[in-house]
């Protein structure tokens, strides 16, 4: 196609480099864009309140008309998580595989709390398969499986006017995966037998040794503590883990336990999963939560969110025996089928120690391998670098402690050093004639998500609320009326600062120390009531500081009266 | 003694049970209180602005006059870091090694702001051996060295009216410590001979297979590190691990460099061991951090403090490139000889990957054996039950997921499991003809010290710093006459909630409905304040929920005009 004939590439990540999480990647080529992946991110303690981090899509919004499509390489959060409220704006095609599509959805759904036949009407959401084979614009985007703790991962091979790019999607090798569906290596190698511009690299464990185990090495671990327990089973676990809660739907059938869902998601995500046949679960296999009771301990397995600490999840409930229909008790063994997410630790930390405190087995990482990662280690990325054969390589999925040491290995594997593309958030990259160049930005950030306010929770309400945190707040309320008079006050009540009781003396001298400090200043000026305010500030903070050595937000109010 | 003729002993742990931090013991016989060791915590994220965590000492207080000492049992802050706040109000004799009572003095000298004279006339501190015998009232004081990440640790062979009483203090067993001073299991094996009534066991690593690596295995990483780093070398851990230092100091020497110390505690830390013997640093060898530039990059070692991530600690600036003096650049190597303290993870790996974003070298814990514990795992306790004989053990410094292991553990070695004595903060457990009985409780609770302020930060201050954190503040101000009639307002003030500027129209919405609503209400009811707070709440709060789903704190303040 002539419109295509420029032969230049931009790539751009508007999210999920220099990062873990809300990976969206756009492929740019004369007017046509294709976006891969729509990812949010949970936000980290910096961000007290907030429920979602999500990318900014300005540029996406500004070139609305050149975009082709969304292509999602699978179903986690951090993939496919702001579709909810990219795609309203963007409403473009959506490609994805049979599950991943499921997974949308059914998050689609939820988000608009629209039904399935208006969703379908609305937007345009494609299933696709990895044989098929997408032209979308200038790009022509084929498909290959990857193995990933989630099933029915793709990567893509994409023809781009400027060259091949292959995308890993987030993988790992699984020799023995628990679905048979081994990673389409056969198709990287006869990419690499072309001549491949560009390999964007999952790079979650670039600093791990070796290989990362196989899926299965869970299913062998939950057999073997399957045939010596001799009460109640609890597995918690990600919802999307559909091949591990495959493996103990396989140890439960083997040593004749019911096995019951707990939690949402994992409800959900078994529902979609099962439905469209990812999750074989024999007949009469699942009961209710409450029917769990009423069977003997040794034959019930309960499997359960809150593998991550989080605080109103299922097991964390039953940890704190605040659980409606679960109560744990001694004899029950749980296991932590999960590791936890970096941040996560402490909350993970307390769950543990709280089911040990009721006086329940619980087996978790020291126990043996009770979980294994769904991410490549460095053996497993040499193996694609070896096959790709790319001319430039862009670490993804990764922090600086990741792409650092991918650098290191892709240059000991003979990628020049200067083709280690590390892209910062808003680059835009342009390849052309074999030769990449950065060739400016394009606005890039993160937009947070709280309660149902979208963006509207920025800087210096975060800053705000840090503060509020550490030191609670002292208001103080003056009442002046419109010549300056004070007439009321000051008034002062705190939260999240002192035991107000009894530190009753301590409030009343702060009143007495601004009052008297008014007395003194021209009252001439008190119309002005920023200059009332900083008396004010000028007053309580040194009195505060060198009393309790403590800097809370202090808000002066004035009423007009 | 006649008066120590009952034969009864009580055990009641104030902290460091159930937990790892703030570490206190008493030991009770007729009229005679022994303490064990007087440690602080650090604040977990449920306790926003909190400083530190210490003991409730309400019952020490109450019973002053038969406490015969403190014993430490060697110098990190969960073993003596309340004693600033403990023994102004107790002032009773304190025992400790050397190094112990080094770090015991430079701490008092910081919280008073006393001279060394002052402390020494004003408090009872005394120096004791391992080989030294302390008789307090009913009790008598043997010790045995221990092996520790601090040196001159020591455990406890206590002499009580009940029996023998074994009390490991923190320890792991290192049979190659760098100063070559083994712990003293002979003498464990003596008491082993004589009838042990209890061991009280460190179970900080009651979790971990095998045997704790030796602290010279670090030090053959630092010597193999240190000989291929051609840059500046940076090493990061905690000052008080005297013997990690001693070990880069040796690196140092082995390889042309000097050594700068940055950071506080480091430098303060490493004065005191210098001091009294703990290290050895050749002549010449430690340069200021300034003039470290003036050198070149291959011969200069910088010892910092900032392990943890802490946000205001020396390495933590420098990856931010926000230090004075130290600027990390390309080429720099950061070795982080320490592991993350649970719940520190994330502020640790954000330092690491700062570090990577720069440029340096990071070398942590995937990269081998930078870092070893200083707790004994599964074969060194079993090691330690074995040796001592105990018929009553209870752990101490550990969670429940410490606890559980190593209860197993010791019934596996056939203490009875009724004789594992898994004690709460609090409870007072009586041995009496060798036997364990509980026999009530006292006083235990956390004091949260804040600034100056010790103790005026409770549950309710915490509950608020919790909301205004996720959710912010919003006052609203109503003056009012004493009649009840409105004179101003509704004025909304709001922090930490939503960017105001941006949402002036939701404001001034809100103002409306509460003064719509106030106009319905009965206005002669007015004049109670909590009715017409309440009015604005019930008009606030749906208002504010519907329209952004969050739920900040509302505060109504009415002042009288």
Chains 1, 2 share one sequence.
Not at 138 to 155: A, E, L, Q, Y
Not at 366 to 382: L, P, Q, R, W
Not at 445 to 454: K, N, S
Request: charged content about 25%.
């Amino acid at each position: 196609m002539s419109i295509c004939s420029n032969k230049r590439l931009s790539v751009i990540s508007l999210g999920g480099v220099t990062e873990i999480g809300k990976n969206i990647l756009c492929l740019e080529a004369d007017d046509d864009i294709i976006i891969i992946d729509a990812g949010l991110k949970f936000p980290d303690e910096s961000m007290p309140g907030v429920d979602l981090v999500i990318p900014n899509i300005t540029y996406l919004k500004k070139n609305r008309d050149k975009i082709k499509g969304i292509i999602l390489t699978h179903g986690h959060e951090d993939h496919i998580g702001a579709l909810p409220f990219i795609l309203p704006e963007l409403n473009v095609p959506v490609y994805g595989t049979l599950l991943t599509m499921g997974l949308v959805e059914r998050k689609l759904l939820d988000r608009t709390k629209s039904k399935t036949q208006d969703i379908k009407k609305k937007f345009s959401l494609n299933v696709i398969t990895s044989e098929d084979k997408l032209e979308l614009g200038c790009f022509k985007v084929n498909f290959f499986r990857v193995n990933h703790s989630i099933p029915d991962g793709v990567g893509l091979a994409i023809e781009t006017p400027a060259g091949l790019v292959v995308h890993t999607g987030d993988f790992k090798i699984d020799q023995t995966p628990v679905d048979g569906k081994v990673m389409e290596l056969s198709k990287l190698a006869q990419y690499g037998e072309r001549e491949v511009l560009l390999l964007i690299c999952d790079t979650t464990n670039a600093q791990r040794e070796g290989y990362t185990l196989s899926e299965k090495a869970v299913g062998i671990t939950f057999m073997d503590v399957f045939a010596r327990l001799k009460g109640r089973i609890i597995v918690t676990t990600f919802a999307s883990n559909v091949h591990r809660l495959q493996q103990v739907i396989n140890a439960a059938a083997e040593y004749g336990r019911k096995v019951a869902l707990s939690g949402r998601s994992m409800v959900g995500v078994t529902e979609v999963a099962s439905k469209l046949g990812y999750l074989h679960i024999p007949d009469d296999m699942l009961i209710e939560i409450d029917e769990a009771k009423s069977i003997p301990d040794n034959q019930v397995v309960i499997v359960t969110t809150g593998s991550q600490g989080e605080p109103t999840a299922a097991l964390t409930r039953m940890a704190q025996q605040s659980h409606r229909q679960v109560q744990i008790k001694r004899g029950d063994a749980v296991i932590v089928s999960a590791n936890p997410i970096p941040g996560n630790e402490r909350l993970v930390a307390r769950t543990i120690d709280s089911l040990f405190r009721i006086g329940a087995e619980v087996i978790y990482s020291v126990d043996g391998t009770v979980h294994v990662s769904g991410h490549a280690s460095k053996e497993e990325i040499k193996t694609i670098i070896n096959l790709v054969k790319p001319k430039y390589v862009l670490p993804f999925h990764g922090e600086y402690k990741h792409m650092a040491p991918f650098a290191k290995l892709a240059v000991e594997m003979g990628i020049k050093k200067e083709h280690v593309i590390n892209a910062q958030r808003g680059e835009r990259w342009d390849f052309h004639n074999q030769e990449a160049t950065l060739a400016g930005t394009v606005p890039v950030g993160e937009v947070l998500v709280d309660g149902l306010g979208v963006g509207d929770v920025g800087n210096i309400v975060l800053h705000d609320r840090q503060v509020l945190s550490a030191e609670g707040v002292v208001v103080v309320v003056l009442a002046v009326n419109r010549n300056g008079n004070i007439l009321a006050g000051p008034d002062i009540v705190s939260r999240g600062f002192v035991y107000i009781q009894e530190n009753k003396d301590f409030m009343n001298k702060a009143k007495y120390l601004i009052t008297e400090e008014l007395k003194k200043r021209d009252a001439s000026k008190f119309k002005n009531w920023s200059f009332l305010k900083e008396v004010v500030i000028e007053v309580l903070s040194p009195f505060i500081y060198q009393h309790i050595g403590r800097r809370p937000v202090i808000l002066p109010i004035i009423i007009d009266c």
